[in-house]
């Protein structure tokens, strides 16, 4: 089973202060991507679960879009949820976010 969210905030730190937020809070390796449609990103995979990718991309003024992926061959339900809750209670308040609204996923 495969499912994605989005999510577009807002936080007072450039994308290379969030990239050490992130990684010190999560404890996982986070990379800086260049992407010729999105330009420059975040990213990580969660090595806890069979498949969950994190990316952060920046937009204007401050704001941002996390995008997440959870792609599970069992337990999907649980995997989802301990996702959902580390992009609430980990990621998000890692990098102060504000303005937090659900979004439509790039995937």
């Known amino acids: 089973m495969r499912k994605a969210t989005a999510y577009r905030f807002k936080s007072d730190f450039n994308l290379e ?3 050490g937020k992130v990684e010190a809070k999560t404890g996982w390796p986070w990379y800086q991507r260049v992407n ?3 330009g420059e990103y975040l990213m990580t995979r969660i090595p806890e679960k069979d498949y969950a990718r994190l990316r952060i991309f920046p937009q204007v ?5 996390l995008d997440a992926v959870c792609e599970s061959e069992s337990s999907f ?3 989802w949820s301990m996702l959902q809750n580390t992009i609430q209670h980990t990621v ?3 990098v102060d976010a504000s303005e937090i609204a ?3 996923t790039f995937d």
Do not use: C
């Open 36 to 38: 010729d449609t999105y």
């Open 77 to 79: 339900d649980y995997q």
């Open 17 to 19: 202060a969030i990239h």
């Open 102 to 104: 659900e979004v439509d």
């Open 92 to 94: 998000l308040l890692a």
């Open 61 to 65: 003024k401050g704001h941002f879009i």
